[in-house]
């Protein structure tokens, strides 16, 4: 604690000093007691068995009530109490969230819904028993290390033999003193797999695998140690234009708390959504439906962003070994359980052996004991002593091939042998069973020689047994980084004070701009030829006479700034075409120099590099001959935005006019298809779908027979059953081949798509109706396999011109049957040649990068920057500002 007074009444200087509290006695033993508590035997579980002591001891109790029939929850958490020095009902939680976990316990009754978050019934109403699993993989008390109950009434495992990498299983959460732990589950049989390839002595990658299903992004999971992160989201497709389903949900949320924060974003006006349904039972299934015109691609997007659809969890290995925490990440567990479970079976092996030895010796012992009527030379005995001394001299000429000496506790067994089994014993039964004990010893001893083999047959075989119905839910996939800017709902109308110099949300009397959000940016344009990008607020400065406001983009490469400015006062004029993709937001940026009284004479914002035609005007002054001519932005090259431009005139302009719209000098767009992100870009990741302007768009066609031809957009979202995408070609008949559910006959079908605004189904609505074939080919070609009629050959294949069998008919026609015959197979050929008509080019201009070269250039000098590419999605132009 720092003074910075002297007491009252001091005459001393004030000066710094520190005062510290140590905390000793008790208070420090108490204190670091209580943490080693905490970590040790409450919060973090053991690297050997993957069990927190709570959980250890509800093992352990299952076992001991174990008969093969249910216990009453209730009744397990009484006697899990014997062992454990806490409450029944935080035994009971770790019941039944084991229980949840479905590998350890079978449940019986009302144990909750990890989906919907739903609790457990009461205790006393639910019942559990210990799984096969769990009996056979948990359990082996020959091995187990013992210890007394805290009680000292009882003897508890200090670990169970947990021969399988449980841990990684189940996962693992928990909060100490000074650390937490959170390991998240994993495969069930890709844990196996992992396991037989570090016994085969090769690589393994583990990822998670939630019960909740979902998809993952484990690009960044850096082997589940500290540091590392997964990205979680939910699967949501689109069921028609205005509903949304959810069928899977992200680890850490269920049903309820999606809901409520899907309606929280709604209530912030980041999303908008008409009303959510919930119709979870056995599997996740929410609808969100949207009002209508609202895009659901964007609000796909706009749900991951702002919800709860998408999630980060942090996982961070922490476990105890040798009483003392330590962190590694998931493959060094994997390692470390898997040689664990070699050492447990090499164990049970020894044991096995040793019992097998035994059982051989006394096998042995007693048919020369019997064979030999050994038990004759007892008669005559009166004591103890004798009869121990004369069986031993019996059994000393016939025990040259035991393995092991004879002691007086294997006498004293001969002794117990009753008349009974004398009288009956047979000579090759017992042959027999010695016969037995030396294989299974041999084979004992084999799997000891060839431990590592062994133990890949104990994993395959758990896989065999066990694996079934075990395969991964969570769907693994690299997410695409989605801008919030890009897919918030615009919940606010912006407003601009041009004279004064404001911008802002609470300008409501002043000139509307457009709709926004309160995470975007603007770009604001002066008159004198100033510019800033700020953030949007209620009321923002800017500066006097502004003359252009837009929402803007970051990274936008294709929205084109032409501007007409005067350098300075009395100087010359200056024409310049620039893009704006990186700023400092809040900072006052010059287009028109550092001179004093530039004015900015002429400026238009075009959202796809348009170029537009002028009148430039001058004043009457001197001799001039030539007051009014043409300029047009396409003859000037696109450069940055601190580029000087060229020069119009150095004579004083009157005005100048918009003579002419212009079209896009950008050349058109390549767009890629990621099918790792199942995403649009423009970075060249994926598959070239081609060369896109304004007016092209995208066929899309999914195997339910759905069309649609959308107009490219990288926020798009493709269905899971998508079977073309591809650029489209409106001349290009499609042609598909379908099975008719009602005439059980395959038909086939070509036709063009005449509404390209409209999502059209080609296929009959009978429900065995489904799609065989689709053709994109301008001739496509088909053969038929038939099968074979009974009692004659098999007809030869067929190979069909579908382009002649049938011409092209209305998108809603049902087509001509294809063959009556059986058809066994439906094969696609290479499509017959076809040349397709070119398209005449609109202008005979040279594209460089963003540049557009004419073959004779009108204007020329100024400064330049570097050309920037241009890349953005827009759609027109905006009004020009004229002065």
């Given at each position: 604690m720092e003074e910075n007074e002297s007491p009252q009444g001091s005459h001393e200087e004030p000066q710094d000093q520190e005062a510290l509290t140590?905390?000793?006695?008790?208070?420090?033993?108490?204190?670091?007691?209580?943490?080693?508590?905490?970590?040790?035997?409450?919060?973090?579980?053991?690297?050997e068995d993957g069990f927190k002591p709570v959980q250890r001891r509800i093992m352990h109790s299952l076992k001991e009530m174990d008969d093969g029939r249910?216990?009453?929850?209730?009744?397990?958490?009484?006697?899990?109490?014997?062992?454990?020095?806490?409450?029944?009902?935080?035994?009971?939680?770790?019941l039944v969230q084991l229980g949840q976990k479905d590998i350890l316990i079978d449940t019986q009754g009302n144990w909750g819904n990890i989906l919907t978050g739903d609790g457990a019934a009461a205790s006393r109403y639910i019942e559990a028993r210990l799984s096969k699993f769990a009996l056979e993989v948990v359990f082996s008390p020959k091995i187990t290390e013992w210890q007394q109950s805290y009680d000292?009434?009882?003897?508890?495992?200090?670990?169970?033999p947990v021969k399988f990498p449980l841990l990684l299983a189940q996962g693992a959460e928990g909060i100490a003193v000074g650390l937490s732990t959170k390991i998240l589950p994993h495969n069930f049989n890709e844990l196996i797999d992992a396991s037989i390839k570090h016994l085969k002595g090769q690589r393994f990658k583990l990822y998670p695998d939630f019960p909740t299903a979902g998809i993952i992004d484990v690009?960044?999971?850096?082997?589940?140690?500290?540091?590392?992160?997964?990205?979680?989201?939910?699967?949501?497709?689109?069921?028609?234009?205005?509903?949304?389903?959810?069928?899977?949900?992200?680890?850490?949320?269920?049903?309820?708390?999606?809901?409520?924060s899907i309606l929280k974003a709604n209530d912030k006006g980041k999303i908008k959504i008409k009303k959510i349904e919930d119709n979870t039972a056995a599997d996740v299934e929410i609808l969100v439906h949207l009002p209508s015109g609202i895009s659901p691609d964007k609000t796909i997007d706009a749900l991951y962003a702002f919800t709860a659809c998408e999630s980060s969890i942090s996982p961070l290995g922490c476990v105890i070994e040798d009483n003392r925490p330590i962190f590694i990440g998931v493959s060094e567990m994997l390692r470390r359980s898997t040689e664990h479970t070699v050492d447990l079976l090499k164990a049970e092996l020894e044991i096995q052996l040793q019992e097998l030895q035994d059982q051989w010796h006394f096998a042995s012992l007693e048919r020369i004991f019997i064979e030999n009527r050994i038990y004759?030379?007892?008669?005559?005995?009166?004591?103890?002593?004798?009869?121990?001394?004369a069986i031993d001299k019996g059994l000393k000429p016939h025990t040259g091939h035991l393995k092991r000496p004879v002691t007086e506790p294997d006498i004293a067994r001969l002794t117990e042998i009753r008349i009974k089994r004398i009288s009956r014993f047979d000579l090759d039964k017992a042959q027999q069973l010695i016969d037995g004990l030396e294989e299974r010893i041999a084979e004992t001893r084999h799997h000891l020689e060839h431990l590592i083999d062994y133990s890949i047959s104990y994993f395959s075989e758990l896989k065999k047994k066990y694996g079934t119905g075990r395969e991964r839910k969570s769907e693994i996939r690299v997410f695409d980084d989605i801008e919030a800017t890009k897919v918030?709902?615009?919940?606010?109308?912006?407003?601009?004070n041009r004279?004064?110099?404001?911008v802002g949300t609470s300008l409501k009397r002043d000139e509307y701009v457009t709709d926004c959000s309160d995470i975007d940016d603007i770009i604001v344009f002066t008159a004198e030829g100033e510019m800033m990008v700020t953030r949007v607020d209620s009321k923002t400065f800017i500066g006097k006479n502004i003359i252009y406001v837009a929402v803007f983009k970051k990274r936008d490469k294709r929205t084109t700034y032409n501007m007409i400015y005067k350098e300075g006062k009395g100087g010359a004029a200056y024409v310049k075409r620039f893009n704006v993709t990186s700023i400092t937001r809040d900072r006052m940026y010059s287009l028109t120099g550092d001179k004093a009284g530039a004015q900015v004479l002429y400026f238009s914002a075009n959202p796809n590099g348009e170029a537009e035609v002028v009148t430039v005007l001058l004043r009457q002054k001197g001799s001039i001959k030539k007051l009014k001519w043409d300029l047009d932005f396409a003859d000037v090259l696109i450069k940055g935005r601190n580029a000087k431009g060229n020069i119009v005139t150095k004579y004083p302009i009157k005005r100048i006019e918009l003579k002419e719209k212009g079209l896009s000098t950008l050349k058109p767009r390549k767009i890629w298809f990621d099918d790792t992100v199942q995403r649009l870009n423009v970075d060249g990741r994926g598959e070239l779908l081609g060369e896109f302007t304004p007016e092209d768009r995208l066929l899309v066609l999914t195997q339910k027979g759905i069309v649609k031809t959308p107009t490219p957009e990288l926020t798009m979202h493709f269905d899971a059953d998508m079977i073309v995408l591809e650029k489209w070609i409106p001349e290009k008949p499609l042609t598909a081949i379908y099975w008719e559910g009602e005439k059980e006959l395959f038909y086939v079908k070509r036709f063009l798509i005449e509404n390209p605004e409209k999502e059209e189904c080609i296929l009959t609505d009978h429900p065995k109706t489904y799609l065989e074939a689709i053709f994109t080919d301008y001739r496509p070609v088909a053969e038929l396999v038939f099968a074979k009629k009974r009692g004659q050959e098999r007809r030869g294949n067929q190979t069909i011109d579908l382009e002649d069998f049938i011409g092209v008919k209305g998108i809603t026609a049902m087509g001509n049957q294809l063959t009556r015959e059986k058809v066994l197979e439906i094969e696609v050929l290479p499509p017959l040649p076809f040349e397709a008509p070119e398209k005449k080019a609109a202008r005979d201009i040279e594209v460089v990068g963003e540049d557009i070269i004419l073959p004779e250039a009108d204007l020329k000098g100024g400064a330049s920057d570097a050309d920037e590419d241009s890349d953005s999605d827009t759609k027109g132009p905006d009004q020009p500002t004229l002065f």
């Open positions: 140590r905390v000793t006695g008790m208070y420090k033993d108490w204190f670091l007691d209580y943490a080693s508590y905490v970590i040790l035997e409450r919060a973090v579980p053991a690297i249910y216990n009453k929850v209730a009744n397990v958490v009484g006697n899990t109490m014997q062992y454990h020095p806490h409450g029944d009902a935080s035994i009971a939680d770790a000292g009434r009882r003897k508890e495992p200090v670990h169970l690009t960044n999971y850096g082997d589940g140690e500290r540091g590392g992160k997964i990205r979680v989201r939910a699967k949501i497709a689109q069921e028609d234009k205005n509903t949304l389903k959810i069928s899977e949900i992200p680890h850490g949320t269920n049903t309820s708390s999606l809901i409520d004759r030379d007892i008669e005559e005995e009166e004591t103890w002593e004798g009869v121990i001394q918030v709902i615009r919940n606010t109308k912006l407003y601009v004279e004064e110099g404001f």
